[in-house]
């Protein structure tokens, strides 16, 4: 059973930065793609970014592009997301989302965390 568990949420200032991860367990995700997908109070969820596991490919939504990052560690199977530059708008939950196929820009992956939230204050 896939297992991942987000962690480094929080309170920060316009302006700031923050790492979230993403450690993953219960299969090998070397065929996997990862993503980071948000959802924002009374919204839908949203792609934010996603990586193959080998790192080799990526993609980034344009609402994040240049601020956010994402890398993974494939000795502590974990995906990390470095968001700098953050915005109020930027305020939602995070989820951690893995999958088989390369699911870029979509929200319908098949497996997730539980979610980290994160505010961004003006």
């Known amino acids: 059973q896939v297992q991942l568990v987000e962690s480094g949420g929080g309170l920060v200032q316009v302006g700031g930065s923050l790492r979230l991860s993403c450690a993953a367990s219960?299969?090998?995700?070397?065929?996997?793609?990862m993503a980071w997908i948000r959802q924002a109070p009374g919204q839908e969820r949203e792609f934010v970014i996603g990586i193959n596991w080998s790192g080799t490919q990526a993609t980034v939504a344009d609402s994040v592009k240049g601020r956010f990052t994402i890398s993974t560690d494939s000795a502590k199977n974990t995906v990390y997301l470095q968001m700098n530059s953050l915005k109020p708008e930027d305020t939602a939950v995070y989820y951690c989302?893995?999958?088989?196929?390369?699911?870029?820009?979509?929200?319908?992956?098949?497996?997730w965390g539980q979610g980290t939230q994160v505010t961004v204050s003006s």
């Open positions: 219960g299969r090998t995700f070397s065929n996997h793609a």
């Open positions: 989302a893995s999958d088989p196929v390369l699911k870029w820009g979509r929200t319908d992956w098949d497996y």
